[in-house]
């Protein structure tokens, strides 16, 4: 039978236990780990591991300004944490109502302004992370990585800054999609616009001004019908009014034509008529002019 093979791959459903800063590559989880970052809430301060900028707060919370400088001018992470405990005026209400997202902020600082230190993190995929801290039982789980194998779960700790890493985890790769989400939009309205500027002198080759389109349509139709220009009516000289006595035929020849166009198209009216109807118009009004 050929040999068993032995099993390389990690479960992927195994927690991720770190507690030394020396151990690779988790040890940046520990507070202690240092590290420099800046927080914009104190742009003259950089601090140096994660768990001087949660003492740093804790002092701040209670109002400890002598406590707060000690804090900043030790580069211990012990010492800080010792100072941390000096803190006069200390709740425990109030701090516990404020420590998780001050530790939370602090982590989001840390790995966002590391590359490395990002990868690493997001390189845990959705594996459980775990501070196996012997001694604490609030941030850790009060066992060794070992010791913890060995009990059930439900005896572990708070596992708070397991948590903590966990919730930045999954901010930052949120914040990694959106950014994503953000350029693939911004491309794509990019080559909208690319599309639309290179079709534009097409559409308006092709296209003619609609408003410029009807007014050529009112122009020249109306109701769909070819307008037709009013030939000039000829209307008659003064002269040609007054001088009955003068050429008749010509002047009853204008009325004549006139009176054409007037008449109804269904009577049926002789030029032999209507010249005697006006021959006998003009004597009336030769007439009444010579009495006159």
């Not at 151990?23 to 590290?35: L, R, T, V």
């Not at 950089?46 to 768990?51: N, S």
């Not at 800054?161 to 990019?190: N, T």
Request: charged share 35%; aromatic share 8%.
């Amino acid at each position: 039978m050929p040999p068993k093979q032995k099993e390389t791959a990690k479960d992927s459903s195994e927690p991720i236990y770190f507690y030394i800063t020396k151990e690779k590559p988790h040890g940046i989880f520990s507070q202690f780990y240092e590290c420099t970052f800046t927080d914009p809430k104190y742009p003259d301060i950089e601090f140096k591991c994660a768990e001087q900028y949660m003492m740093y707060n804790k002092a701040q919370t209670f109002n400890s300004p002598d406590i707060a400088a000690q804090i900043l001018a030790t580069t211990a992470s012990k010492a800080q944490k010792a100072l941390g405990r000096r803190i006069k005026g200390f709740s425990d209400a109030i701090w516990v109502a404020v420590k998780f997202g001050i530790v939370e902020r602090g982590n989001l600082l840390k790995f966002e302004q590391d590359e490395d230190f990002k990868k690493v993190l997001l390189a845990t995929g959705d594996r459980l992370l775990v501070e196996a801290a012997s001694d604490d039982k609030i941030w850790g789980i009060g066992y060794t990585a070992a010791g913890a194998k060995k009990v059930s779960r439900e005896k572990w700790g708070q596992n708070l800054l397991g948590k903590v890493l966990m919730s930045v985890r999954e901010r930052i790769r949120a914040k990694e999609a959106g950014e994503d989400e953000d350029e693939e939009a911004e491309e794509s309205a990019e080559e909208v616009s690319d599309d639309e500027i290179d079709e534009q002198p097409k559409s308006v080759a092709a296209t003619p001004d609609s408003s410029t389109e009807k007014k050529r349509k009112h122009d020249s139709t109306t109701d769909g019908e070819t307008e037709k220009p009013s030939k000039p009516t000829k209307v008659p000289s003064k002269k040609a009014r007054s001088n009955t006595s003068g050429d008749v035929n010509k002047g009853l020849h204008q009325i004549l034509n006139r009176t054409k166009g007037e008449h109804d198209e269904h009577e049926e009216t002789t030029e032999d008529d209507l010249l005697e109807m006006f021959t006998k118009k003009a004597v009336e009004d030769s007439m009444i002019n010579g009495s006159g």
